[in-house]
Every structure is written in structure tokens, then in C-alpha cells.
């Protein structure tokens, strides 16, 4: 069986690593970048739903998360109808990044997929979409202190 998650994964850490570099300019410290990008295209999620989203325990996202707010980049606000309940949003410093996020992102995405014709740029998507879906179930089961069988 070829080792299909092992090259996710080098390309994953790879992207990371040139995303925690490029970003240190703008103090976005290891993988905040991804957080602050979902709360700027969803303005007033949720922490749980941020963490749900990137694929990390709440602990994780928690720490990442306050970290972007003591930077400035994101506001905690209460909710009108729930006061337990705090939404985010970008600050004006987190909404002027995001546009230099966005356009390193969508250069990775050239980069990667340079040399593809459009039907076999959809075929990668779809694939990989299942990948993550079947992972998904995985991650939704342990996530629940499940133990799984292998």
C-alpha cells in the first residue's frame, strides 16, 4: 500500500512551516494564521466551532485563540441571547492581514497544483475530500474517548 497520509502530511508540515515563517512579520506565531482566517470569513463563530473546523481539541484552539486576541487580531463578544456564549470576530488589524493570508494561500495552491489541467484538479479535490471525510469519522470517535480497533 503506497503511503498515501505520509505525503499529506510532508505537504501539510511543509505549508506550515513556510506559513509560520512568512507570517512572523505580522506576529502570527505557529498555525494562528489558521484560526484567524476561519474567524474572518465567519465573523461571530464560535470557539468550539473554529476548533471543529481546523481539527484540533478545544485546548489547542483555546490557547491559539487567546493568543489572537491578547495580539489584537480577534474580539470576544457576548452573544445577545446567551451571555455564556462568546463569538468572535476579526479587530481592524486582524481584517488587514487576512488579505496577505489569503493570497499566500491561494499562491500555495498555484504552486502545488501547477502543471494540472482543471479535470485534474477536481479529481485531487474530490479525492482528497473523501480522505478527509473517512478521517473525519475517526476523529469524531476518539474525539468521544473512543478506542478504535486496529
Known amino acids: 500500500m503506497m503511503e498515501v497520509l505520509r505525503e499529506i502530511g510532508m505537504i501539510a508540515r511543509a505549508l506550515d512551516s513556510i506559513s509560520n515563517i512568512e507570517f512572523k512579520e505580522y506576529d502570527l506565531t505557529k498555525g494562528q494564521y489558521l484560526y484567524l482566517v476561519r474567524i474572518c470569513e465567519n465573523p461571530g463563530i464560535i470557539q468550539e466551532k473554529v476548533a471543529e473546523m481546523i481539527k484540533v481539541d478545544r485546548t489547542t484552539a ?3 485563540i487567546k493568543k489572537l486576541e491578547i ?3 480577534i474580539e470576544k ?3 445577545e441571547q446567551n451571555k455564556k456564549i462568546k463569538k468572535l470576530f476579526p479587530t481592524e488589524k486582524g481584517n488587514n492581514v487576512y488579505p496577505f493570508i489569503k493570497r499566500e494561500n491561494d ?3 498555484s504552486v502545488a497544483l501547477e502543471g494540472f ?3 485534474e484538479i477536481e479529481i485531487i479535490f474530490n479525492l482528497i475530500q473523501r480522505v478527509r471525510k473517512n478521517v473525519e469519522k475517526d476523529w469524531e470517535f476518539v474525539k468521544k474517548g473512543h478506542k478504535r480497533n486496529y
Open 117 to 119: 489541467s482543471e479535470s
Open 71 to 73: 495580539n489584537g487580531f
Open 62 to 64: 483555546s490557547r491559539a
Open 77 to 79: 463578544k457576548d452573544d
Open 107 to 109: 499562491y500555495s495552491n
